[in-house]
């Protein structure tokens, strides 16, 4: 498995899903900011100075979607790539915002490798 460099900003309001997906991208090199909501997420986000590279975020989350947090994130970090996942079918699940082709999606649950190969498959696609 490539090793990665880059910063990731993780959301997911499932505590079992964010920490496997934080302790399989750490191991593997990657700098992890977590959040439980798109709140938080944002709050991180300001307070990060450094480059984000990557928005990994759940699709259904109370409060804000993960597409409103794409775009809140978008806003801030014009340029940054984004992976949604979903433990629902991608029919259902996806948010009016996340709904166009070519949109990065990892269906959950997921295991690690499967995880870390579409990270690193969207962060190297231009």
Known sequence: MKRGTETILLVDDDAVIRDLAAAALRATGYTVLTARSGGDALALLKDHAGTVHLLLTDISMPGMSGGEVAEAVAAERPGIKTLFM?????????????????????????????????????????
């Open 86 to 126: 979903s433990g629902y079918t991608a029919g259902a699940a996806l948010h009016d915002s996340v709904r166009d082709e070519g949109v990065a999606f990892l269906a959950k649950p997921f295991v690690p490798t499967n995880l870390l190969r579409k990270v690193r498959a969207v962060l190297d696609a231009s």
